[in-house]
């Protein structure tokens, strides 16, 4: 995930760059620039994760055409999932002001927030993976557990959302309990 913070950074101006030589300023500038790669990380996936709901639509739609209505219901139920996902990533304050705010933030406690952005691209892949098996399983026993993975999946990336919520709320809170990071 460093691979967004370092896209960020690197993209400075010669103004920026200038201007962060400037005492007290650099901290600016570094708290900016993570908010900028939260907000650029948080954009990526959730792009990534629209693709999928267009593909989870696409299936929805392929099963009404053909009659089986009777598996639309679950997979309402993870394109339900996967929107509220979407929208918590797209909606969530960018950079997390109060946590990327604080004078001093260890790299530990932004490595543990972004393992959590890591999780969200495993678990992209692996929804990728369920939607496929779904295609494979069309006309078999096996349809209904496909279905049943790509569901829990789903709930899987709002869960995972909400555990990287609680850690910068965590961290934020004792920074601001004692005025910097532990």
């Given at each position: 995930m460093?691979?967004?913070?370092?896209r960020?950074?690197?993209?400075?101006?010669?103004l920026?760059?200038?201007v962060?030589?400037?005492?007290?300023?650099?901290?600016?500038?570094?708290r900016?620039?993570?908010?900028?790669?939260?907000?650029?990380?948080r954009?990526t996936i959730?792009?990534?994760?629209e693709?999928?709901?267009?593909?989870i639509?696409?299936l929805?739609?392929?099963f009404?055409?053909?009659?089986e209505i009777?598996?639309?219901?679950?997979?309402?139920?993870?394109a339900?999932?996967l929107?509220?996902?979407?929208?918590?990533?797209?909606?969530?304050?960018?950079?997390?002001?109060?946590?990327?705010?604080a004078?001093?933030v260890?790299?530990?406690e932004?490595?543990?927030?972004y393992?959590?952005?890591?999780?969200?691209?495993d678990?992209?892949?692996?929804?990728?993976?369920?939607?496929?098996?779904?295609r494979?399983?069309?006309?078999?026993?096996?349809?209904?557990?496909s279905?049943?993975?790509?569901v829990?999946?789903?709930?899987?990336c709002?869960?995972?959302f909400?555990?990287?919520?609680e850690?910068?709320l965590?961290?934020s809170?004792?920074?601001?309990d004692?005025?910097?990071s532990?």
């Amino acid at each position: 995930m460093t691979d967004f913070y370092q896209r960020v950074t690197d993209e400075h101006d010669f103004l920026k760059k200038l201007v962060a030589k400037i005492p007290g300023f650099s901290g600016y500038v570094e708290r900016s620039d993570r908010r900028s790669a939260d907000k650029i990380l948080r954009e990526t996936i959730a792009a990534h994760f629209e693709s999928i709901w267009q593909q989870i639509s696409e299936l929805q739609r392929s099963f009404i055409a053909d009659g089986e209505i009777e598996v639309i219901d679950n997979l309402e139920a993870s394109a339900i999932k996967l929107r509220q996902f979407i929208d918590r990533i797209k909606n969530a304050a960018y950079g997390y002001a109060g946590f990327f705010d604080a004078i001093k933030v260890k790299q530990e406690e932004l490595a543990a927030i972004y393992e959590y952005d890591l999780h969200f691209l495993d678990l992209e892949s692996e929804i990728t993976s369920a939607i496929e098996n779904i295609r494979s399983s069309v006309g078999t026993d096996g349809l209904p557990a496909s279905i049943r993975n790509l569901v829990t999946l789903s709930q899987n990336c709002i869960d995972t959302f909400e555990k990287r919520k609680e850690v910068i709320l965590l961290v934020s809170n004792e920074i601001v309990d004692d005025g910097s990071s532990k």
